[in-house]
């Protein structure tokens, strides 16, 4: 198996996983996609909440001014 395989199957695998994952979480909305959706949309949000309170919180020495500025993008 020469290197560009090696990466087709590891892509292969990753576009499995994310498809059982997608499958899971439908199922675990009793099939319905859009609560899927809606449930992936309000744990995204949470977690950008946690990054830019956990940013915020970290000082500035600790991170050698390495932080990224937060995002200006529009939130629906």
Known sequence: MNTSE???D???DAAASIEAEVD???AVCGGDARA???AALVANA???A???RLT???STGF???QLRKPSTKSHL
């Open 46 to 48: 949470y977690l950008e």
């Open 56 to 58: 915020k919180a970290i």
């Open 36 to 38: 899927a959706v809606r």
């Open 63 to 65: 991170a050698r001014g």
């Open 6 to 8: 090696g990466a087709s």
């Open 50 to 52: 946690e990054v830019e």
């Open 10 to 12: 590891s892509k292969a």
């Open 24 to 26: 899971e979480a439908i």
